[in-house]
């Protein structure tokens, strides 16, 4: 990338980052939700509210402890060791140094909502008394993106590196939108979502600008090959394998009887779906790499036509 052909956001870093501008969030003693209903399907099923509609308010605190423990790995395990990477010119797809330094604030704001959340989770246990189960130790992307990369020969690892991170940070965003706007839930986790997206909208802007400047140099061959991983790594990332574990965990930490635990694995079971290009993920995913103009080209085009509407 030309340094001529990067604008920093540095000014709007300094006058927006949530870091900057934003009041510590402190969890509400209101009865409102913890974690929108919407968004745990288990707490819907017909076996939960027939034996245990009592266990609803612990079942969504678990989610939200799971969505914060998602949250600090994708921060720091994931965004923030391809940004530091960039910042301090070790990646091997090389930026100019006004970009460097941009990738360096996303390395701030990503460990800064990190640290939010866990003190948010500090303060959730401190007002519902209600101590985590066993959290995942990974989420879909600790596996998803070193399977693509993997599959990448020498020259373009990086490139798929930035690829999938860039697909990532584009998903989460739009994600974390629908969570801001749900009144269900309290006040505090809304401003904590709508606090995360006013830096998210910044960074997935800076990862589709730095995806879209390498691809548009990159030569056709290269592009077939990362054409050809997009697949398995879209495989990878939505599936829901972590999620199903996690409440499976969920529902052997419920105070209910034995029978009551295996109906409602089953319901679990019966609730997972596969991900098609009609689910609001993959549509994301599918404008982000119509943005990025990957989807110009035919062999992209050719490998995601599964995904497509």
């Known amino acids: 990338m030309n340094a001529l052909d990067y604008q920093s956001f540095a000014d709007v870093w300094e006058k927006r980052a949530t870091i900057r501008t934003r009041p510590r969030r402190a969890v509400e003693d209101d009865g409102k939700l913890m974690y929108?209903?919407?968004?745990?399907?288990?707490v819907v099923s017909a076996t939960f509210l027939r034996e245990c509609p009592h266990l609803q308010a612990f079942a969504l605190v678990q989610s939200l402890y799971k969505f914060i423990n998602d949250v600090v790995i994708f921060e720091t395990e994931i965004v923030d060791r391809t940004a530091r990477s960039i910042a301090k010119d070790r990646f091997d797809i090389r930026f100019p140094f006004a970009c460097r330094y941009d990738a360096m604030t996303v390395v701030v704001d990503e460990d800064y909502h990190a640290l939010v959340a866990m003190d948010y989770m500090q303060q959730t246990i401190a007002l519902t008394g209600i101590e985590p189960i066993p959290l995942p130790q990974e989420i879909e992307l600790s596996r998803s993106i070193p399977k693509a990369i993997a599959?990448?020969?020498?020259?373009l690892k990086a490139a798929v590196e930035l690829i999938c991170v860039s697909v990532a940070e584009n998903t989460l965003t739009n994600d974390v939108?629908?969570?801001?706007?749900?009144?269900?839930?309290?006040?505090?986790?809304?401003?904590?979502?709508a606090d995360h997206l006013a830096d998210?909208?910044?960074?997935?802007?800076?990862?589709?600008?730095?995806?879209?400047?390498?691809?548009q140099s990159a030569p056709a061959p290269d592009?077939?090959?990362?054409?050809?991983?997009?697949?398995?790594?879209?495989s990878e990332y939505l599936s829901n394998?972590?999620?199903?574990?996690?409440?499976?965990?969920?529902i052997d930490h419920l105070d209910?009887?034995?029978?009551?635990?295996?109906?409602?694995?089953?319901?679990?079971?019966?609730?997972?779906?596969?991900?098609?290009?009609?689910?609001?993920?993959?549509?994301?995913?599918?404008?982000?790499?119509?943005?990025?103009?990957?989807?110009?080209?035919?062999?992209?085009?050719a490998a995601l036509a599964a995904w497509l509407p």
């Open 36 to 42: 929108p209903v919407s968004r745990q399907p288990l």
């Open 200 to 215: 998210e909208g910044r960074h997935s802007s800076f990862w589709a600008r730095l995806t879209k400047a390498w691809w």
């Open 241 to 250: 394998d972590i999620q199903k574990q996690f409440d499976f965990t969920l």
């Open 177 to 193: 939108a629908a969570f801001s706007k749900d009144d269900s839930v309290k006040q505090s986790v809304k401003g904590l979502m």
């Open 223 to 234: 592009r077939q090959v990362i054409a050809s991983i997009m697949p398995v790594f879209l």
């Open 151 to 155: 599959l990448a020969p020498e020259h």
């Open 256 to 301: 209910v009887s034995p029978a009551v635990r295996a109906a409602l694995r089953e319901e679990v079971e019966s609730l997972a779906f596969p991900i098609t290009a009609q689910h609001p993920l993959v549509g994301n995913i599918v404008r982000f790499f119509r943005a990025s103009t990957m989807l110009d080209d035919p062999s992209m085009e």
